[in-house]
């Protein structure tokens, strides 16, 4: 459970405190259940029996998959299980291999992944001996590419096209051997080509040595390729008579040999519709499906021509029906070929006639040499259709699905060739993986423990080895001069291996062998096991030879693909051709060039039972997969060693994020940035290991869960940049819409100002909030509004005025009302009027000028009874003469009285009161004008007042006046006495003065207002 907290811990590193959302644990626990998913995780992983029992076992629950760390074991089911589903694919996609139950899918994802991420080029080598299903494995790995890789129209052609080249392929290059129905006779490596973007491109297929003796030889319970059989029961009529075929297959010679043309689970009518779907989907059109199924239809008629030998044993035909057929060459020119060699003899050509024998050879080795060049004009047509012309970079994954290991009751050339190629696999997978492990770790610097494993480079040595191995001597064979055969190669064989460990003859054998061996075998101890070959036919089937004038008659035919695969340019070299086994021996060494420039992956398919029976598990079959496989001491290897390493560059610039002293950038020594991260990450002492330029990692959880971590941590990174993205482009749409509105602020509200219009109220009311005027009085602070403000500023100039005044009023005492009533008062009678008026608003008014105790006694017990209201000091001027006398002006409820100590001087009750006039300058005279109906009344009191809007305000009030109260321009006339008027000039000057003037008036001098 120690794996199980160190994931979260290292999620939490991702996350900082966040959620941890997978569970490797849970899928480990998984396992338990159903045997162990991963072999790297049983105990007694030294055990052949604890494999095995573990294979079985979930074998029997229908789970075919098993991983050895990333190599993934096959177990073929030999039924249909419900695994290969939409659904099932979805499930796998971008998930870490380890985290759900093992399948072809995992690790075809897998691949495409490390293909995406670290830009390399990758291959998945299939193995397993013939029927262990590698090629339904293949299958299976292109359907998911095809469903998980990003798609378009462009790419679903190629996608398309590359699913559609299988049935193709396989139609031309499968056939029922007796080990499978389906059987592989022809070796496939195939390309599939991505963009840096991961979508796959394009395609091309390399193709390995077709077995050709398979078009003229079936052994029994056998059958030649599919497509003789899809043409002639699927065909429909028209073509059928067009190619001179009948619909019955046991019509052709070279179709019966195996006795099984009918196999129950093969259906060649379906199989030839798919065919011909699948030819127009790669871009076939009807004239090249017309030239190809005339050539497959001309191999049939060539099968039927048959020879009868004249007196002297020399080849006639006596019939030349079929030649009819034959790739529109003139019949009688065939007929030529069929039956006479041309032999160059100096300066003349002669023709010398076959035996019914050779004429029979010459037949099929015509026919072989037109399926096998056709086969790969093939080839060809198809990696046309799926090239991808474009020159910009791509990155791999090869397919490898050859011919698997086999063995039958005889076996000849072809097994020979089939299991050298395997031969050579194993030594590639012990090289790339065994070796190189071990070299690896001894170059690297890091300590280990040697794993016995068997080598076979000495079983390969022992077959292509230059001028020693059996291919060399096969070689010499074909080319020496004089008569060698079949047996003479034997012997040579004999004389050079003689000593081989690997090599037994009937001659060589002890006794105890001898009893199972043939004069004419000779066996080999692959490293699958023992196979004992026959040589006869291996001298012709190297040399392959077709005779010149045959090729030259081919040159002949009106089919344009038998023109190109019998092209005029091929006799004119003098050399020989190379034999089949050394070219097939080059080819290997290219495929293996191919590959060892790649990352390798691993399918290792094994076969359940002999028989094909769904659901048995041949434990003794198995064991034997397990053990030449090799896979135990893979095992081994894995578990003495480290699950993963990577070049500290490559692992620190993918995961330095998850570490804050390597991310964004880590300046010093990879390898130290890497010991950083690693020790930030948690990972323990035995968990890795530093190599020169690698870290080892020893367990592949501990690389999941730095995985997963980074997974996660990629995720917020990629959240964090979007949002960056987002906020730029948030800022420049904000920027560009300012402009606009700017722009256009003035015009009515469009989508391109509103938001700006928005802006400036908002901003007009953020700055008005915080200048707001302070008093109720103080006019002037009030920020001007922009344009599209004025209205909403003048609502709130008022608003915050009358809540200014609310605020105000509340605070006031109703002595200082009254007072403040007063003011109004005096501001309806003399705002706007009089020019002392406004310094006159801030001085407050008082309830009296005199106190009581200052008016005199006698006075006060005349006018108590009135109610005295108000009183003020004033200066009178003398209606004549205008002197000026000091008085006090005191107003009762009833009257006003002008009193001179003791004296009442004048009253003048209200109703006698006319009113007041004064001057609008800024002087303090007023005048009370007196009613003169009473010839006891005085005249108009012409009074000077320091106290003049508060006495006059108070009067106004008291006396009911403030109608009655005039502000005059100029002069004011006043009555001395009924009937008798006087008057005062007011004017503007330096000093104020009061005097009277010389035409008779007061002259009261104001003195100069700044203000007004
Ligand atoms: N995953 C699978 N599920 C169901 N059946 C399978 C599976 N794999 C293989 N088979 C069955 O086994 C048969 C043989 O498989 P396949 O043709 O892939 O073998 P092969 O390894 O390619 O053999 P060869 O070397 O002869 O070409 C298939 O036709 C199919 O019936
Ligand atoms: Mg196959």
């Not at 030839?272 to 497959?296: C, Q, R, Y």
């Not at 106290?947 to 106004?956: Q, S």
Request: aromatic residues 10%; proline residues 3%; positive net charge.
């Amino acid at each position: 459970m120690r794996q199980s907290y160190r994931l979260g811990q290292y999620k939490q590193i991702a996350l900082g405190h966040g959620q941890c959302c997978l569970d490797l644990e849970g899928a480990l626990i998984a396992r338990d259940r159903v045997g162990i998913q991963d072999f790297v995780l049983l105990d007694a992983h030294n055990s052949e029996t604890a494999f095995l029992d573990n294979l079985k076992k979930r074998f029997t629950e229908d789970l075919i998959y098993t991983y050895i760390g990333t190599l993934l074991i096959s177990v073929n089911p030999y039924k249909e299980l419900d695994i290969y589903t939409k659904k099932q694919m979805d499930l796998y996609m971008g998930v870490n291999f380890f985290e759900l139950p093992p399948h072809i899918y995992a690790l075809a994802d897998n691949v495409y992944h490390t293909m995406l991420s670290e830009a390399n080029n990758n291959f998945i080598l299939i193995s397993g001996e013939s029927g262990a299903g590698k090629t339904e494995a293949s299958k299976k790995i292109l359907q998911y590419y095809a469903v998980s890789c990003p798609s378009s129209t462009l790419l679903d052609t190629v996608r398309d096209r590359m699913l559609m080249s299988n049935p193709v392929l396989e139609a031309f290059g499968n056939a029922k051997t007796m080990k499978n129905d389906n059987s592989s006779r022809f070796g496939k490596y195939m390309d599939i080509q991505f963009d840096c973007q991961g979508d796959a491109v394009g395609g091309h297929i390399l193709s390995y040595l077709l077995e050709k003796s398979r078009v003229v030889h079936q052994n029994h319970g056998e059958r030649n390729f599919h497509i003789f059989y899809q043409l002639v029961e699927g065909g429909e009529e028209d073509l059928l008579r067009h190619l001179g075929l009948e619909k019955d297959t046991k019509r052709y010679s070279y179709l019966v040999q195996g006795e099984c043309s009918n196999v129950s689970s093969i259906n060649d009518k379906n199989d030839w519709k798919t065919v011909k779907n699948a030819l127009s989907v790669i871009d076939f059109d009807a004239n090249d499906i017309e030239h190809l199924f005339g050539i497959i239809a001309s191999v049939l008629h060539l099968g039927n021509v048959h020879f009868d030998g004249d007196t002297k044993g020399y080849a006639t035909l006596n019939t030349n029906a079929a030649l009819r057929w034959l790739l529109g060459i003139h019949v009688q020119v065939l007929h030529e070929a069929l039956t006479f060699r041309k032999i160059e003899a100096k300066s003349e050509e002669v023709l010398s006639p076959f035996t019914v024998d050779h004429a029979i050879y010459a037949r099929d080795a015509l026919a072989k040499a037109i399926y096998g060049r056709a086969f790969t004009w093939l080839v060809n047509r198809i990696n046309e259709s799926l090239e991808n012309k474009d020159s910009g970079r791509k990155t791999v994954i090869g397919l490898l699905d050859i011919y698997g290991f086999e063995v039958f009751s005889v076996n000849s050339f072809e097994q020979f060739c089939i299991n050298y190629c395997n031969e050579k696999l194993q030594q590639l997978f012990i090289q790339l993986t065994l070796k190189a492990e071990q070299e690896e770790y001894e170059a690297e610097g890091i300590g280990w423990e040697p794993v016995q494993f068997f080598n076979n480079k000495i079983i390969c040595d022992l077959v292509e080895e230059k001028h020693r191995g059996i291919i060399s001597v096969l070689d010499e064979e074909c080319m020496r001069p004089g008569d060698a055969t079949d047996l003479t190669f034997l012997d040579k064989l004999e004389e050079k291996m003689g000593n081989h460990p690997h090599f037994v003859t009937y001659k060589l054998a002890d006794k105890k062998t001898r009893k199972s061996l043939e004069r004419g075998d000779f066996r080999l101890l692959h490293y699958a096991g023992e196979v004992t070959y026959c040589v006869v036919g291996f001298i012709d089937k190297n040399n392959d030879l077709l005779y010149k004038n045959i090729k030259d008659v081919m040159r002949l035919s009106k089919n344009p693909i038998i023109q190109q695969c019998f092209p005029a340019t091929e006799g004119d070299s003098r050399r020989r051709p190379e034999t089949v086994a050394t070219q097939f021996k080059n080819s290997l060494l290219r495929l293996t060039e191919i590959l060892t420039a790649k990352e390798a992956w691993y399918v290792r398919c094994l076969k359940s039972n002999d028989n094909k029976q769904p659901g048995k598990f041949d434990e003794v079959l198995v064991r034997h997969q397990v053990k030449y496989l090799g896979l135990m001491e893979h095992l081994r290897v894995r578990r003495a060693g480290f699950a993963y390493r990577r070049r500290y560059e490559v692992f620190l610039k993918r995961y330095k994020a998850l570490c804050p002293a390597t991310w964004p950038h880590w300046k010093g020594v990879p390898s130290d940035g890497v010991e950083k991260l690693v020790q930030h990450l948690g990972y323990q002492p035995d968990e890795y290991k530093m190599g020169k330029t690698k870290i080892f990692i020893r367990y592949a959880r501990t690389l999941f869960a730095t995985e997963d971590a980074f997974e996660i941590c990629k995720h917020e990174l990629g959240k964090q940049k979007r949002t960056q993205k987002r906020h730029f482009n948030f800022f420049s749409y904000i920027i560009s819409m300012f402009i606009k509105g700017y722009i256009t602020r003035r015009e009515a509200k469009t989508t391109d100002n509103s938001e700006y219009l928005a802006f400036v109220r908002q901003s007009y009311l953020n700055r008005l909030k915080d200048n707001l005027p302070k008093t109720v009085l103080d006019k002037t602070t009030w920020l001007t509004p922009p344009p599209v403000m004025t209205e909403t500023s003048e609502i709130l100039r008022q608003l915050h005025t009358r809540m200014m005044v609310r605020k105000y009023v509340r605070g006031i005492t109703p002595q200082k009302k009254a007072q403040l009533q007063q003011k109004v008062v005096t501001s309806g009678i003399f705002k706007g009027k009089k020019d002392s008026y406004p310094s006159s608003i801030a001085v407050p008014f008082v309830d009296t000028r005199i106190n009581e105790q200052d008016i005199n006694m006698r006075v006060l017990q005349t006018i108590r009874h009135e109610r005295i209201k108000y009183s003020v000091p004033v200066v009178k001027y003398d209606r004549n003469g205008f002197k000026p006398r000091p008085r006090q002006l005191i107003l009762t409820q009833a009257a006003v009285y002008l009193v001179e100590e003791a004296k009442i001087k004048q009253r003048v009750d209200y109703v006698s009161l006319k009113g007041a006039s004064l001057s609008n300058l800024g002087d303090s005279v007023m005048i009370l004008h007196v009613a003169l109906n009473d010839p006891k009344q005085k005249g108009d009191m012409i009074l000077q007042c320091d106290h003049l809007f508060e006495a006059l305000t108070k009067l106004a009030m008291i006396a009911n006046k403030q109608n009655n109260i005039k502000v005059v321009q100029g002069s004011i006339k006043f009555e001395i006495q009924a009937g008798k008027e006087g008057g005062v000039d007011f004017s503007v000057g330096q000093e104020p003065m009061i005097y009277k003037g010389k035409n008779g008036h007061l002259m009261v001098v104001a003195p100069r207002i700044k203000s007004r």
